[in-house]
């Protein structure tokens, strides 16, 4: 990544979001070199960044901050690509295995997200002003609330609330699901014993069908229909008979 030219301090909008930016590219590049997040710093961040402590600090209030922006970054991202898979898929096109498919696809290709994902509630959301958590919770509930809506454009028998309520139950499933899968290298090679397989996780495998056995069971709480081309019709009431 090419460094900034020496510091100045930045006073337009413009000048300001260009530092941000800046800040935030280098924190993402820092995160594809380290296997664990935890290990961004402000100080790394800093000298990363061609920049002192005390100016990252006029963008980012800590390096939770920083990973809570590239995260909704990330979540914003994964948006657009699970759109596209969205438009694809054959003879599965409509169904709720599409939905289901298209979601762990799209997720699993971004570690990055997996991984900030499955600590943001435990971790990134712990020092931090509430200033800045309402920001991010906005942002993410956006995210959410567009994604049910595509959700319901792919499978209009399936009303866009109940695919809120869809990504609502299921980021548990993947907050919990990644670092069961993805372990440490003692756990993992525990869990590759042949008499331990029943306590293995494969997260697109596992992701992929709890997403659609859930999303399924609402849909049918609702009366909805897994297929777009032949969507539930109202029951007819019948004529009332003569005497």
């Not at 499978?155 to 609502?168: E, G, M, N």
């Not at 659609?212 to 229909?225: D, F, H, K, T, Y």
Request: charged share 25%; aromatic share 6%; proline share 7%.
């Amino acid at each position: 990544m090419k460094p900034p030219p020496p510091y100045l301090r930045a006073r337009s909008p413009e000048q300001k979001e260009e530092r941000r930016r800046h800040l935030l590219d280098t924190a993402k590049s820092l995160l594809l070199e380290i296997p664990d997040v935890h290990a961004l710093g402000i100080n790394e961040l800093a000298r990363k960044a061609g920049m002192t402590k005390s100016n990252v600090y006029r963008y980012f209030e800590s390096s939770e901050a920083v990973l809570l922006d590239v995260l909704v970054e990330e979540f914003m991202a994964w948006q657009g690509e699970l759109v596209q898979a969205l438009n694809r898929g054959g003879k599965r096109k409509g169904t709720i295995e599409h939905i289901a498919g298209a979601f762990s696809s799209t997720f699993v290709a971004r570690p990055l997200l997996c991984r900030l994902t499955s600590i943001f509630p435990s971790i990134l959301e712990r020092n931090v002003s509430f200033e800045r958590m309402v920001q991010f919770k906005h942002g993410l509930l956006a995210v959410r609330q567009e994604t049910a809506m595509a959700f319901h454009v792919s499978v209009p028998s399936i009303s866009a609330a109940t695919f809120d309520r869809f990504i609502h139950l299921a980021l548990p499933l993947l907050i919990g699901l990644w670092p069961l899968a993805v372990q440490g290298e003692v756990a993992a090679a525990v869990i590759a014993r042949e008499e331990l397989a029943p306590l293995r996780y494969r997260f697109q495998e596992d992701l992929e069908e709890g997403m659609s056995m859930l999303l399924r069971s609402l849909a049918v709480s609702q009366g909805g229909s897994p297929r777009r081309r032949a969507p539930v019709q109202p029951a007819r009431r019948a004529a009332p008979r003569g005497p």
